[in-house]
């Protein structure tokens, strides 16, 4: 399913660049690049929403005027799995204070995806609590402010706006996936199970295969076991099992390749052509 929804990040930002282009005259070269920049920016952001981690723990490496703290490193997600979990104080809050709050992250604005963004945004959408929905709430407003115009109406409006919208509602579909986990208890139990069954299959095997009982027990138990791990890791899709760097590259690839001359071309008509043809 998280490979599905990625697939649909895709297919929709390239639909939303694809109509950035039709439409270049009205919307105008300026903010054309300003709406390109976000488009490519939102997979990026949405990586880092549901994949936190700590870019660069030690801002000393980045030059003083163009590091920037980001906020969430002060606090760690503490998986609950349950709301009466003893060890969470009760809380249902999956986002705990740290005991060590004097951690920092910091991130370079000269590297992607932060370089995308005009020096006026970059303190914004740093702050900002959910990124990639303040990148499609910047994204939504450039579209609303291009003017009516006689090929520029509301219904190519609202169809812009439509595919800015699927991006954010794919927002709360990859925080779905990442927030909601296996049940403890069901966790537990499926793994004292499969150790009870494991210590009590020698006992069925010995008189059968006597010494070859060792590595057949080996055998099974890694194989099990490694099942069992299998399935914990897809529990959330977004952290290992999903290569989310290349989807995200090959989005920014396709958005801003599609700015340049040689995609431009095919949406300016060749009168002479056209002529030669009546």
């Keep these: 399913e998280g490979r599905r929804i990625w697939e649909r990040i895709?297919?929709?930002?390239?639909?939303?660049?694809?109509?950035m282009n039709l439409y270049r005259p009205d919307i105008g070269d300026e903010r054309r690049s300003r709406m390109t920049q976000l488009?490519?920016?939102?997979?990026?952001?949405?990586?880092?929403?549901?994949?936190?981690?700590?870019?660069?723990?030690?801002?000393?490496?980045?030059?003083?005027?163009?590091?920037i703290l980001l906020p969430e490193p002060l606090f760690e997600p503490v998986e609950t799995r349950h709301d009466d979990d003893k060890t969470n104080g009760g809380s249902t809050d999956p986002m705990v204070l740290r005991g060590d709050l004097t951690s920092e992250c910091w991130v370079d604005k000269r590297t992607l995806p932060w370089s995308l963004f005009p020096d006026a945004a970059v303190a914004k959408v740093?702050?900002?609590?959910?990124?990639?929905?303040?990148t499609c709430d910047r994204l939504g407003r450039e579209i609303a402010s291009v003017a009516y115009s006689e090929n520029w109406t509301s219904r190519e409006r609202l169809t812009m706006l439509s595919k800015v919208e699927k991006l954010s509602n794919a927002i709360g579909e990859c925080e779905r996936i990442h927030q909601t986990a296996v049940p403890l208890n069901y966790a537990r139990h499926s793994l004292r199970s499969l150790t009870m069954w494991l210590l009590t299959l020698p006992?069925?095997?010995?008189?059968?295969?006597?010494?070859?009982t060792g590595p057949i027990m080996g055998a099974t138990a890694w194989l099990l076991f490694g099942v069992y791990q299998i399935g914990h890791s897809i529990e959330d899709p977004f952290q290992n099992t999903l290569r989310l760097s290349v989807l995200c590259e090959a989005i920014r690839k396709d958005v801003m390749t599609s700015s340049k001359d040689d995609r431009d071309a095919a949406y300016a008509a060749d009168d002479d052509d056209i002529a030669d043809e009546d």
Excluded: T, V
Aim: glycine residues 4%; hydrophobic residues 40%.
């Design 10 to 19: 895709l297919s929709e930002s390239r639909n939303l660049s694809r109509m």
């Design 39 to 67: 488009l490519a920016a939102f997979p990026y952001m949405l990586r880092h929403h549901i994949r936190p981690k700590c870019l660069e723990c030690n801002g000393k490496n980045i030059p003083k005027e163009n590091r």
């Design 126 to 134: 740093a702050n900002a609590k959910n990124r990639p929905l303040w």
């Design 203 to 212: 006992f069925a095997l010995l008189r059968d295969y006597g010494l070859m």
